[in-house]
C-alpha cells in the first residue's frame, strides 16, 4: 500500500525498515509467546543510533527532532513491531534534555546514546490518583545533600530493562503550595542502585505483554544532585515528556494502522467466497476505507504536533488530539482486520491477535480517551471544567 505518508524522511524509513527485517514476525510472536523482552531488537536499534535520535550530537546523538524520532516509532509498529519495548527512551529525553543541568547532561546523555545506560522509564502515575497528577502522594523530603522518597506508583514500565528512571514527588506538601501544580520535583533515579536499597519493584502481569510494575518507596535515598532543574517547578518539566509521549504514541497507533490496513486488504483481495472475493464486496470494503481515512487524518495531526513540539511551541492540544485521533483509527483498523480474516485472525501465527492487543492499550494509556475529550473540551471549547 503506497501512502503519502511514505514520502516523509524516506531514508529514514528505509533504514528503520531494513534493521526490522531482520526481526521478523516471527520473533516478536516468540517473545510475546514467552511473555519476554525483545532485547535483541532493542540493542540492534541502540547500535544503530535509533535509540539516540533525541540526544544531540555534541553528546554522542544523532540531533534529531520529535518529528524524525515518531517516524522511527511509526516504522516499527508498521513493520510488526511493538514500539512499546522501547519508546520511554524517546519520550524521557525530553525532560533531561530541556531541563536538565549540563553537568547532567554530559553524566547521561553520551552513555545513553552509545547503550551503556537505558533511559526508559518515568515514574508519575500512583494508584490513589491516576490521571489526577497534582495529588501525588509520593514525597521526597531533602536532608543535608539527600532527598529521602517515600510514596508508592503504578503501571511504571520497562523498570526491569532500565537503567534509570524519571520520578515525579511531591517536595513541598499540597496545602502549603499557592496552586496545585506547584511544589512537586523531578530526580533521575539510578535504578540499579535503587532496587532492594528502598525501591520494591512488583511486576503486573497483563493482558499485552507489555513490562509494567508497582513501585514501593521507602526511605529510599537519592542525590540532591538528582534533582533536575528546580524543586517545585516538577510539573510543568514533566509536561513536556507527557506531550512528548503522547505524540510518539500517535505515530506508534499510525503503524499499527497501516499494518492491520495491509495486512486486511491483501487478504480480502486473494480470500475468495461464494465464487468471488470478499473484498470486492462493499460490507467489507467500507469499514476497511474508513479505517484508512482515519490513519491518514490522525498522521496529518501527528505531524503537526510534533512541528509544534520542535519549535518549543505549545502543542498540548495537538498531542492529545493527535493521539485520541490515531488510537481510534489504529483500534477501528485492527477490529476490521480480525474480522475479515474471520477464524484465521484469532490465530497466532497470523499475528494479528497479538498486534489487536497491543493497539487496544492506546485507548486506555497514556491518557484515557475521555480525559482528552475532556481536555479539548475545556482548553479549546472553553466549556466549564467537569472534574
Request: hydrophobic share 40%; glycine share 8%.
Amino acid at each position: 500500500m503506497n501512502n503519502a505518508n511514505d514520502k516523509n524522511f524516506p531514508d529514514i524509513r528505509d533504514a528503520v525498515r531494513d534493521l526490522c527485517a531482520q526481526f521478523p514476525d516471527a520473533y516478536f510472536r516468540k517473545v510475546d509467546e514467552a511473555r519476554g523482552y525483545p532485547a535483541d531488537f532493542v540493542d540492534a536499534l541502540t547500535r544503530a543510533g535509533w535509540m539516540a535520535a533525541l540526544i544531540p550530537q555534541e553528546y554522542g546523538g544523532s540531533g534529531l527532532g520529535l518529528t524524525e524520532a515518531s517516524v522511527i516509532m511509526e516504522e516499527i509498529n508498521r513493520c510488526g513491531g511493538n514500539s512499546g519495548a522501547c519508546h520511554g527512551q524517546m519520550y524521557n529525553m525530553g525532560t533531561l534534555l530541556r531541563h536538565g543541568s549540563e553537568a547532567q547532561k554530559r553524566a547521561y546523555l553520551p552513555k545513553i546514546a552509545n547503550g551503556e545506560l537505558r533511559l526508559q522509564s518515568m515514574g508519575v502515575t500512583e494508584p490513589t490518583t491516576g490521571t489526577d497528577t497534582t495529588k501525588i502522594k509520593t514525597t521526597a523530603v531533602k536532608k543535608g545533600d539527600r532527598y529521602v522518597v517515600n510514596g508508592q506508583k503504578v503501571w511504571i514500565s520497562r523498570i526491569q530493562h532500565s537503567d534509570l528512571m524519571i520520578l515525579l514527588a511531591r517536595t513541598t506538601p499540597l496545602p502549603d503550595v499557592k496552586k496545585k501544580s506547584e511544589g512537586m520535583s523531578i530526580f533521575i533515579v539510578d535504578l540499579r542502585e535503587a532496587i532492594g536499597k528502598g525501591l520494591e519493584v512488583r511486576p503486573i502481569l497483563n493482558m499485552v505483554n507489555h513490562e509494567t510494575n508497582e513501585l514501593f518507596f521507602e526511605n529510599l535515598e537519592i542525590p540532591a544532585e538528582n534533582l533536575i532543574g528546580e524543586e517545585g517547578q516538577g510539573f510543568k518539566y514533566i509536561l513536556d515528556g507527557l506531550n512528548a509521549e503522547r505524540t510518539l504514541i500517535a505515530a506508534e497507533c499510525i503503524g499499527d494502522g497501516y499494518w492491520f490496513i495491509d495486512r486486511v486488504t491483501k487478504y480480502t483481495k486473494e480470500r475468495v467466497v461464494f465464487g468471488r472475493p470478499i473484498g470486492q464486496n462493499q460490507g467489507v470494503q467500507f469499514p476497511i476505507a474508513e479505517s484508512f481515512i482515519e490513519v491518514e487524518a490522525a498522521n496529518l495531526m501527528r505531524y503537526e504536533a510534533c512541528r509544534l513540539f520542535d519549535a518549543h511551541q505549545p502543542c498540548g492540544a495537538q498531542a492529545n488530539m493527535a493521539k485520541y485521533l490515531a488510537a481510534k483509527a489504529s483500534w477501528e483498523a485492527a477490529n476490521a482486520c480480525l474480522q475479515f480474516h474471520g477464524g484465521f485472525g484469532f490465530a497466532c501465527e497470523y499475528d494479528i491477535e497479538r498486534k489487536f492487543r497491543e493497539t487496544r492499550l492506546y485507548q486506555v494509556a497514556p491518557i484515557s480517551t475521555n480525559l482528552i475529550l475532556s481536555y479539548v473540551a475545556e482548553h479549546m471549547l472553553g466549556l466549564p471544567r467537569s472534574f
